[in-house]
């Protein structure tokens, strides 16, 4: 491995506020041979001077200065020229990477033979308020279809690549999106491909960045890139696939996710006019990928977009920008209450005086479990909060953050102790477990009920209102819970309702509040498969669970099925069908065929225990044997 030296190239301009760091993450690598080919494109600030100084310290580093601007395009073309390494890598000049980023590329690399390896990618937002997000440089079967149906399939800075692999073409100059045309292409003629999971490259968002902004006429440079792509690939083998993969990721995602990003409407209107009539040859609305884009949509929104893509097809732009106008409208309207992306400590004691003049009619303990969740801390408590019922007290748990999220938590009690019944209970060593969280916050619980409330999830202010309405009828509830939907990284709602995710049997059973046996919701449904998608939406009674929570602590990935499963044997449980709770998605979800195959086998390992422990009927097993092999098919496991 030492022998094959690598050249990372970095093109520069304007960027002295994050180049320091840049560079000190590339000379502090673990993988010591690297030479390092700095482009400075005629910066107007301190860049140059900030590579001038590093140059003369480190032998390593190449100083290239382009005689005037010329764009990203020309740096990375003249980069390669200058470069001597076996291997090519990339690094925007105001990122960065961890110490043995290149080290682990290089590794599996060399070991395997490769010729191009790629990674994921962190994206870093400078307004810390909100949340970093993973983004994974493969979803599923490592093919080269998948690596090119991903998001960041363009981009050359998540890759390093074999020297004569990436030299074949030149970066379009002048062009944004001007990596297309030659990463694609790379990726459907390399020999072999690597992938590195949980490998970080850095992409830093400037401040602003994720907010609306307008579209410039140069997005449109994507259609040269996509079709200089397209003439590239035209003779590779899954042609088909790979050109609609294309097409979805790098025209339609324009479509759905960037266009409606332009707030003024006439201007709205003539990019609608222009992306149709640049669109056209390639058939946006029968590209089976836009089709799957669909199914995995809430019934509202994918009837949106049909509309948009239909009207915008017809040539119907103004009503397609209506519908947009619309559409927007209506997910601001529909924006949870309770999360307030910019609350402050101020916020905090504001709802904290409200919430201890309340009266309760059921003690609750809240319990928030937190790890490295320093940026929703402020959202999550807002979101307790404001509820309009009485919580009795508040338990923040710390699993030894590294974030520091201990210091925040630290001025949260200490500014709100004498409001409202708050303490913080901190891990000396990580538990490495959320069931011993949750077990520990049951033992430190004073009230009757227990809300186990992940830090970076949120709720309506309606949440407890409504799970203790049932409670308040029967005393034998021991899990009142609601309905959940899922939002992102900024708390926009991805789907409206899981119910369609957990009533796989189609039974209607979630379409109305109910209160059930225990034992009677696990023998209909809960048998099959997990039906409480995820515990910040339920109120728990406080019992010794102690057993419960070692069965559970068996299983990696699905060991919440087995907890709930087992709570529900000993009272009846109770459901809200109002969407009350949302699940945050962001960071590492389940996506590589390992991690499902694991999932796959732990699933079975519960059934057998259900089979132990309460027994299963014919008509059970059959369903579960049913839903066994959709989970499989719909994975694409063997």
């Not at 003369?56 to 001597?84: C, F, M, Q, W």
């Not at 009690?413 to 901190?426: E, F």
């Not at 009677?520 to 998608?533: D, K, P």
Request: glycine share 4%; charged share 30%; hydrophobic share 35%.
């Amino acid at each position: 491995m030492k022998n094959k030296k690598l050249s990372v190239i970095v093109a520069v301009y304007n960027t002295e506020k994050y180049l320091e760091k840049c560079l000190e993450s590339l000379l502090n690598q673990t993988y010591k041979n690297i030479e390092l080919i700095v482009i400075n494109d005629c910066s107007t600030d301190n860049s140059l001077r900030i590579l001038k100084q590093y140059a003369k310290k480190y032998s390593n580093i190449v100083l290239v200065e382009n005689e005037k601007n010329r764009g990203l395009s020309y740096s990375r073309n003249t980069g390669l020229d200058h470069a001597t390494g076996d291997y090519i890598g990339y690094i925007d000049s105001d990122d960065y990477i961890d110490s043995t980023y290149y080290e682990n590329i290089m590794e599996k690399i060399v070991s395997e033979n490769a010729d191009m390896a790629i990674t994921d990618m962190k994206i870093v937002y400078e307004d810390s308020s909100y949340p970093d997000h993973i983004t994974k440089g493969c979803d599923g079967e490592l093919t080269k279809l998948n690596f090119i149906k991903n998001g960041l399939a363009a981009s050359a800075c998540n890759k390093v690549f074999k020297k004569e692999i990436i030299s074949k073409y030149r970066f379009a100059e002048g062009k944004l999106n001007e990596d297309l045309a030659v990463i694609i292409p790379s990726i459907v003629e390399a020999n072999k491909i690597v992938y590195v999971p949980d490998n970080y490259y850095y992409y830093v968002q400037r401040g602003g960045s994720i907010q609306n902004s307008g579209f410039s006429d140069k997005r449109f440079d994507i259609f040269y890139g996509v079709e200089l792509t397209l003439e590239r690939i035209k003779k590779c083998k899954n042609y088909d696939k790979i050109s609609q993969a294309i097409i979805y990721e790098q025209l339609i995602v324009l479509l759905i996710y960037v266009i409606p990003k332009e707030k003024n409407l006439i201007r709205r209107y003539q990019i609608l006019r222009k992306f149709d009539r640049l669109s056209q040859k390639y058939e946006i609305r029968q590209n089976i990928y836009f089709w799957q884009f669909l199914e995995q949509q809430g019934k509202k929104h994918a009837l949106y977009y049909k509309i948009i893509f239909k009207l915008n097809c017809s040539h119907l732009y103004l009503l397609t920008d209506f519908f947009m106008l619309v559409y927007d409208v209506a997910r601001k309207l529909l924006k949870p209450r309770g999360i307030k992306l910019d609350a402050d400590m101020n916020d905090l004691k504001k709802m904290a005086i409200k919430q201890s003049k309340r009266r309760g009619k059921v003690s609750i303990s809240v319990v928030i479990p937190n790890y490295n969740y320093k940026r929703f801390l402020y959202q999550r408590l807002y979101s307790i909060l404001y509820q309009k019922e009485k919580i009795s007290e508040i338990i923040i748990l710390d699993d030894c953050s590294k974030d520091g999220s201990r210091e925040l938590i630290d001025e949260i009690v200490d500014t709100l102790k004498n409001i409202i019944p708050i303490k913080k209970v901190y891990n000396e060593i990580n538990s490495g477990s959320a069931f011993k969280q949750w077990e520990k916050g049951f033992n430190l619980a004073t009230s009757k009920y227990v809300w186990i409330a992940e830090a970076d999830d949120y709720c309506s202010n309606n949440l407890l209102k409504n799970l203790i309405r049932p409670i308040l009828l029967d005393d034998n509830i021991v899990i009142s819970y609601s309905d959940t939907a899922f939002i992102d990284a900024v708390g926009n709602k991805i789907t409206t309702s899981i119910v369609p995710e957990i009533d796989v049997q189609k039974t209607g059973h979630w379409d109305k509040d109910y209160i059930n046996e225990g034992q009677n919701e696990f023998a209909n449904y809960t048998y099959l498969n997990c039906t409480i998608a995820n515990v910040s939406s339920a109120l728990i009674k406080k019992d010794d669970y102690s057993k419960e929570f070692k069965i559970s602590s068996q299983y990696k990935q699905a060991g919440d099925w087995v907890f709930y499963a087992n709570v529900m044997q000993k009272g009846k449980i109770a459901y809200s069908s109002k969407t009350l709770n949302y699940y945050r998605v962001h960071g590492d979800n389940v996506t590589s065929t390992t991690k499902k195959e694991a999932h796959m086998q732990e699933i079975k390992r519960i059934h057998d225990y259900y089979e132990k422990t309460y027994g299963l009927n014919k008509q059970q097993k059959n369903q579960i044997e049913k839903r066994n092999k959709f989970l499989r098919k719909n994975w694409n496991l063997k």
